[in-house]
């Protein structure tokens, strides 16, 4: 699966008519045009109908948070006056808001935000299953190529030897996974030798149930080069607690056959 994750492609894009014709397949997908009335935010539309749309598997930052300027403008400029069309659930989030992909001129525009690094990943399932891959592969390249929220401006980013240095801030931080230790309550991708000083990514039940329903294993990130985001805590070494596949992404992927399960 990582490695689909980041098979290289000239186009990062959904060709329009296979996406339509997929997701329109899901009965509870809905494909329709609209008219832009204004840019809430960087991830945020509010259309001439007065309904208000929420681009699917991304997060942008809020108003008076760094970059949050960017990315309001990046969408702007993506979306520019033309209809979009709309691929949306059925179900709308809890503000009322539709959860769609919007595409603008046969791009995609919530994979142009992350390819530009003024959005971060932000998979929440079923709905936006279809581009989690495009999401996810277009973020780990923005992360690799040191791009917008990536830059180490808006997020500091650390190495996994000096995460103890950052209890309570949220970071990025980098590393090598060395290992997967399957405990019975808990997952750990252990960055170091001693698990009771060094860094870990850890997976309670819930985190592993979101790997599952995108179809990772989290094995397969042993032997890769990862960025790690969330605020670090400390439980024996530094951790951070990953809620799904959204907050680590593959720079370098060297996975090792086995997935070594290590020992506690």
């Not at 999401?135 to 690799?144: D, P």
């Not at 329903?213 to 439980?235: H, N, Q, T």
Request: charged share 25%; aromatic share 4%.
């Amino acid at each position: 699966m990582i490695a689909q994750m980041l098979r290289a492609g000239a186009a990062s894009l959904f060709i329009l008519a296979s996406a339509t014709s997929s997701l329109a397949a899901d009965a509870g997908v809905v494909c329709s045009t609209a008219v832009v009335k204004r840019v809430v935010d960087g991830d945020t539309l509010e259309l001439e109908s007065g309904q208000r749309v929420r681009l699917l598997g991304i997060d942008t930052p809020e108003r008076g948070e760094s970059m949050a300027d960017e990315a309001s403008a990046m969408l702007e400029k993506l979306i520019g006056s033309n209809p979009l069309e709309l691929i949306s659930c059925r179900d709308t989030d809890p503000y009322g808001r539709l959860l769609s992909v919007v595409r603008a001129d046969d791009v995609n525009v919530n994979v142009a935000l992350i390819r530009e690094g003024v959005a971060l990943p932000l998979l929440i399932p079923p709905c936006g299953s279809e581009i989690s891959d495009e999401i996810l592969r277009n973020a780990s390249i923005a992360a690799k190529n040191g791009k917008g929220l990536y830059s180490g401006e808006a997020i500091k980013v650390v190495s996994h030897l000096d995460a103890d240095d950052h209890i309570g801030s949220r970071v990025m931080v980098r590393g090598k996974v060395l290992a997967l230790h399957r405990g019975r309550k808990a997952w750990h991708l252990n960055f170091g030798e001693d698990y009771r000083t060094d860094f870990t990514a850890v997976l309670f039940d819930e985190g592993r149930s979101r790997f599952r329903e995108f179809d990772i294993d989290p094995g397969d990130l042993v032997g890769a080069e990862v960025l790690v985001i969330g605020k670090v805590k400390r439980y024996n070494g530094p951790e951070i607690i990953l809620r799904g596949p959204d907050q680590i992404l593959v720079l370098n992927p060297d996975p090792v056959s086995g997935s070594p399960t290590g020992s506690r």
